[in-house]
């Protein structure tokens, strides 16, 4: 692989790296403040809404400047917000509502982040190694996000909380940094004075996805595999507490657990890529929609966890075979 991906991958390895870890602390953090399910879902939805609110606009922004200046800025800028929320956590003037609105910040930036840095792939691989490009970006976000940042989150979480959020900030720093060493990954940026507005532009977008068979396909579908996966994923600490009795630490070994899975599906999609993509990527769906209904009449944690497992590996041989071919 080229040096451009290589600092890209770096990149998204370390801010994962702090995504993991708060992935299961702010879940724990809004549990802390309510036993209000409704409210503790609220974050996650919060999130989703955030993150789709920033998303086209995010989209429209990654063609008319810098995609690679725009995951610095943004990377700094999630490190700050991360860092008044250790300080607010220092004081001890955390409330639901001030979590709920720097979840939603950190939402929407990473919205725009993950629209430019998607952007950022094919110029830095040939385009024949862009499923193995994916397969190591997914599943390095997956080790470092998903096991090495959840297991240090969980553990965190019962000694320091704001040393959790402490990493999460510093990681964003750091991934900021690694990008702006990064100057092969720029792009030229469009330069149209006489281009219309970002609401129309928006729509011009839109219009020429729905004509394009194929992308509006595979945009349809994951779109609502996408809020079906936030229906369990919103409620997923609960289900992991209450349900299967799990600790914080169980929690975090759940999380660990269940992310073999997803990191053997990336690993195993550069070679589907040869079968007939429709063929496999309904297969893929099918079983991560038949381990996903097991967990409704499971109560063990060990079944619950190779089922999430087996979900993950569907979902992320999913997630590199679509973005590759979308790319």
């Known amino acids: 692989m080229r040096r451009e991906f290589n600092l890209l991958w770096a990149a998204t390895g ?34 989703r809404i955030a993150w789709l609110a920033a998303a086209l606009p995010g989209g429209d922004l990654a063609d008319r400047v810098d995609r690679r200046m725009v995951r610095v800025v943004l990377d700094v800028v999630r490190g700050a917000v991360v860092a008044v929320l250790v300080l607010l956590l220092a004081v001890d003037q955390l409330s639901l509502a001030l979590l709920v609105a720097i979840a939603a910040i950190l939402a929407a930036a990473e919205s725009v982040v993950d629209s430019s840095s998607m952007a950022i792939i094919p110029a830095t691989v040939d385009q024949s190694d862009l499923e193995r490009a994916g397969s190591r970006l997914m599943g390095t976000e997956l080790v470092v996000g998903s096991m090495l940042g959840p297991a240090l989150g969980g553990l965190l979480f019962g000694v320091a909380v704001t040393a959790a959020f402490g990493i999460n900030a510093v990681t964003f720093f750091a991934a900021a940094l690694v990008m702006a060493l990064n100057p092969g990954a720029s792009n030229r940026p469009v330069r149209d004075p006489g281009s219309p507005g970002i609401p129309q532009r928006v729509r011009e977008g839109m219009a020429w996805l729905l004509r ?64 007939p993509l429709r063929w496999t990527l309904f297969g893929a769906v099918m079983i991560s929609a038949a381990a996903l209904g097991g967990l409704a009449v499971t109560r063990s944690p060990w079944v619950a966890a190779v089922l999430v497992a087996v979900s993950n590996g569907g979902v992320l041989v999913w997630n590199v075979l679509t973005v590759a071919q979308r790319q």
């Open 14 to 47: 370390v801010s994962n790296l702090g995504d993991g870890v708060r992935a299961v602390v702010m879940p724990l953090l809004a549990a802390s403040l309510t036993s209000n399910p409704l409210l503790i879902a609220m974050v996650a939805v919060v999130e």
């Open 212 to 275: 394009t068979g194929e992308l509006r396909a595979l945009a349809l579908v994951s779109t609502a595999l996408g809020a079906a996966s936030m229906v369990w994923t919103a409620v997923f600490v609960l289900y992991a507490t209450d349900t299967l009795g799990l600790s914080a630490l169980g929690f975090s070994v759940l999380a660990i657990v269940a992310s073999l899975g997803g990191v053997a599906g990336s690993l195993i999609a550069p070679a589907l890529a040869k079968l």
